[in-house]
């Protein structure tokens, strides 16, 4: 799961709000070293949850597959005159791409194109988007405009009518935009790197 994550095992269980030492191959087996032991249900519930994938994924890394799953690119080097995203959050664009555990309800990719966000990300990176969860501050996010404006941010701020975002780059300015300018925010949840 950490893995799957992208981060140590004490990564994931600081990220579930668990012991950072939860998972250490020391707590996997009983103190004589005779039988293994494993998380209660609620830290696996949790860790589960930080690390993205739901009950059919973890079972199938227990027993080692995986389950690919299909989600729509949208390929930000097309030119398009209407909205990036339908109202459902979804790419209109093909074709799709196989990865592990994300959902296709839930999540979509964008594609990165050209060196914009350099070195955070590349031409041809990936990006993840998860429609339900809350963006917070300190989390990278990827937003598009009524207008067609696409880039990606760091949220900084949240505020009633507006929200305020940090550039990733250093020639990337930071932003303040009112809700009303803001046709998709989703936070960013994983990147091919």
Do not use: C
């Not at 992208?6 to 600081?14: E, F, H, I, N, Y």
């Not at 990865?99 to 990719?109: K, N, Y």
């Not at 925010?185 to 790197?193: D, E, G, M, N, T």
Request: no cysteine; charged share 25%; aromatic share 6%.
């Amino acid at each position: 799961m950490a893995a799957q994550a992208q981060t140590s095992p004490s990564g994931l269980a600081r990220q579930a709000g668990l012991d950072s030492t939860t998972f250490n191959p020391s707590k996997r087996v009983s103190p004589d070293g005779t039988k293994l032991r494993w998380p209660s249900t609620e830290s696996l519930a949790k860790a589960m949850r930080a690390a993205n994938i739901d009950f059919a994924a973890f079972a199938a890394l227990v027993i080692g597959r995986t389950e690919a799953k299909s989600l729509r690119a949208l390929d930000l080097a097309e030119r398009t005159s209407g909205p990036r995203f339908a109202l459902d959050g979804q790419p209109p664009a093909e074709p799709a791409i196989g990865l592990p555990v994300f959902e296709p309800g839930r999540h979509q990719t964008v594609r990165i194109a050209g060196d914009a966000l350099q070195p955070l990300y590349r031409d041809g990176d990936l990006l993840v988007l998860d429609r339900d969860a809350e963006a917070r501050p300190g989390d990278r996010v990827f937003v598009e405009t009524h207008k067609g404006e696409t880039g990606a941010f760091e949220m900084r701020e949240v505020r009633v009518q507006s929200v305020r975002l940090k550039g990733l780059t250093a020639d990337q300015p930071d932003r303040s935009m009112g809700l009303g300018e803001i046709r998709l925010l989703q936070k960013i949840v994983w990147a091919s790197q």
